[in-house]
């Protein structure tokens, strides 16, 4: 029981918003039950949202080695690697979130982003439409896809995304518009 403690008071102290005390908590939880992987993923949560992606990895590797078929924790693993521009780890890490869990739209965004970033602009395209179709009011999907259709000299489906975004949200089209050089619209 005692590693439960540890993890309420982890828990409490995320809530307070004292996240290194929470990480502190956690730890003790692991250090009395190593295999108790919600206090790893807890960790692992915390430390990305301090931005110490590179400390939040080996917990997140440690929750899918228990449970190897979490599309979330796989995402969240690609999170990290692309946050310190370790696109191809982040791809093989989106990928296998995509294929546990073909809805999560995170996942099929990050993995967009990472074939671009790499210059894989056809493969970004396709994953970046797998964002939007999933999630077709988010104007970031939809702008990152517009300008991989840019960046692959199709005018056609640049206007489509154009036409599809101008009907929610206006400030992003004009940003599309700027960036894809389309001031004809």
């Known amino acids: 029981m005692e590693h439960w403690q540890y993890y309420i008071r982890g828990r409490l102290l995320e809530a307070l918003g004292r996240a290194q005390e929470s990480i502190t908590a956690y730890q003790a939880a692991l250090l009395v039950k190593p295999d108790f992987h919600r206090c790893s993923n807890r960790v692992a949560y915390v430390l990305s949202g301090l931005e110490r992606y590179a400390e939040a990895e080996p917990y997140f590797r440690a929750v899918l080695r228990a449970d190897p078929g979490n599309a979330v924790a796989y995402f969240n693993l690609g999170y990290t690697y692309d946050k310190r521009r370790q696109f191809e780890k982040a791809i093989e890490a989106f990928r296998e979130a995509t294929r546990l869990n073909p809805k999560i739209d995170r996942a099929w965004y990050g993995l967009g ?73």
């Open 113 to 185: 982003l990472s074939h671009a970033a790499l210059g894989q602009h056809e493969e970004a395209a396709k994953a970046l439409h797998e964002a939007a179709m999933l999630q077709p009011m988010n104007p970031h999907a939809w702008y990152h896809l517009g300008m991989a259709y840019h960046t692959l000299r199709k005018p056609e489906k640049v206007d489509e995304v154009i036409m599809h975004v101008l009907r929610f949200d206006p400030k992003m089209t004009r940003k599309l518009i700027l960036d894809a050089g389309r001031s004809d619209l």
